[in-house]
């Protein structure tokens, strides 16, 4: 994050707090958030896209609250302008618990039960995203019951599909989420909703994937949407004038991708879709984006004790120092789910040994449990060292798990010299209070 440094003694500083102190007052496994730096890069996203499209109707960032929700997020969020994307009940009631104002809030999920689209607009939120055509009936149901009219969007699909550097532009539709536009539904929905008298259609939404670095995607799946839009209104004679087209943009793990900034985003995206409503003589609708993980990913590291170091043979004059932590899986899914590539360092201590590629492993029993799989470290490093994992503020605390009855570590944000609890550690105790039988 911005604020990474080495202190006096060589261990590594964080927002202007020791990584020494954080384990001696907060304990390891922890999550450490910079919060200045997370904040900073909430408005980066904010203003760029806000500059980009002011010569049109303007763009709204939502925040996505998958990559990580706790009440203090929320009320950053908030105080930075941006709207909050949600897509669970969960989150939903997080985020209100916070104050966030729910006309701020977009309501997702391919599943949404009666309950949870009740929640929402009881509490009023700005919209929610339709994603399939039985939805439509069920939110104009609950919608007649509360004697609301419900603000949706319907999040289509346009055959991209990206990926990091890839993208493929007729990805199979065979997957869950959205209103297809080649098989006709995604017209068929906007017809539905049109007639409908308890929904106001608010915009179409289109996500095409995560941890993009190539902008190609969205050109694609921007003139596909567009393309939907020119129909609509040449068919129907109705004009959409709000545009989302979802979140995905890149991080950086490792030293192979270089994402680019949210100015550089925002103007090509902005060049982008001025190009192709120009082509079809549209207006440039109001856009959103949402992302979550360029927003919270570069702003946590995860705090790790090292435990046992082994140093395994591997015959002849191989071998591979495995360095285990006090964590694992449980807190970092992402490196046995998606092979992600995560890099770590000695955190507590500089040392003069020779660096050499260990793998840092986790304390869970199963062998595919690695947090970083090869990074270069210093040979001495031994229990009772720290070693920090930058980048895991996005999609790490979120898709946390009891694994082994293992509780889960804290989150902590640090700013300016000082650290506080944004979630406490879960204890032995949380976890044996759930086991009632
Ligand atoms: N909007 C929608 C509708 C989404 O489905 C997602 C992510 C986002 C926004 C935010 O995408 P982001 O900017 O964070 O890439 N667990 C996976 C990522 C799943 C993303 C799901 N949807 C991972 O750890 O890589």
């Known amino acids: 994050s911005s604020t990474c440094r080495r202190d006096a003694e060589g261990a590594l500083e964080v927002g202007g707090v020791s990584v020494t102190r954080i384990a001696e007052e907060a304990g390891t496994p922890t999550f450490v958030v910079d919060e200045t730096d997370f904040r900073e890069r909430a408005r980066a996203f904010r203003d760029a896209f806000a500059t980009a499209f002011a010569p049109h109707a303007g763009a709204d960032v939502y925040y996505a609250g998958k990559a990580f929700l706790c009440g203090a997020v929320a009320r950053w969020v ?4 941006l709207g909050l994307d949600v897509c669970t009940g969960g989150e939903l009631a997080i985020a209100l618990r916070a104050g966030f ?6 309501l997702h999920g391919n599943n949404k039960s009666d309950s949870e689209i009740r929640r929402a607009l009881e509490a009023g939120v700005g919209r929610i995203v339709i994603d399939s055509l039985p939805e439509i009936e069920q ?10 009219t419900a603000p949706v969007m319907l999040r289509v699909t346009t055959g991209v599909e990206a990926h990091t550097h890839e993208f493929i532009a007729t990805a199979h539709e065979d997957q869950k989420f959205g209103l297809s536009i080649t098989s006709g539904d995604a017209f068929t929905a906007v017809q539905q909703v049109l007639a409908s008298d ?9 996500h095409i994937g995560s941890q993009i670095f190539d902008v190609g995607g969205f050109e694609v799946a921007a003139r596909r949407v567009l393309d939907l839009v020119a129909r609509i209104r040449a068919e129907l004679g109705h004009t959409i004038d709000h545009l989302d087209l979802g979140g995905g943009f890149g991080v950086m793990y490792n030293t192979q991708h270089t994402p680019s900034t949210p100015e ?3 103007g090509g995206i902005a060049g982008i879709i001025e190009k192709e409503c120009h082509e079809l003589g549209l207006e440039v609708p109001h856009v959103a ?5 360029a927003i919270a990913g570069p702003s946590t590291l995860t705090l790790y004790g090292v435990g046992t170091v082994k140093d395994v043979r591997l015959g002849g004059p191989h071998h591979r120092l495995y360095v285990s932590v006090d964590g694992g899986m449980s807190d970092n899914v ?3 789910l998606y092979d992600a590539d995560y890099s770590c360092l000695l955190a507590s201590r500089v040392s003069d040994e020779a660096p050499e590629v260990v793998r840092v492993v986790g304390k869970h029993c199963e062998s595919g449990d690695i947090v970083v799989k090869d990074e270069y470290m210093p040979l001495d ?6 070693v920090a994992v930058p980048v895991t503020g996005a999609y790490c605390y979120s898709l946390a798990s009891n694994y082994n009855h293992v509780p889960r570590p804290a989150v902590i944000a640090v700013k300016d010299g000082q650290w506080r609890t944004l979630v406490r550690r879960e204890s032995e105790d949380d976890l044996l209070a759930l086991d009632v039988g």
Request: charged share 25%.
């Open 101 to 106: 104002p729910a006309e701020r809030i977009a």
């Open 381 to 386: 490093v031994q229990r009772g060292d720290l």
């Open 139 to 148: 939110v104009a149901e609950i919608a007649g019951q509360l004697d609301v």
């Open 78 to 81: 908030q105080e930075d302008g």
């Open 289 to 293: 984006f949402e992302p979550g993980r």
């Open 334 to 336: 992402r490196t046995a």
């Open 198 to 206: 308890r929904l106001a259609l608010h915009g179409l939404h289109s």
């Open 264 to 266: 550089q985003l925002a």
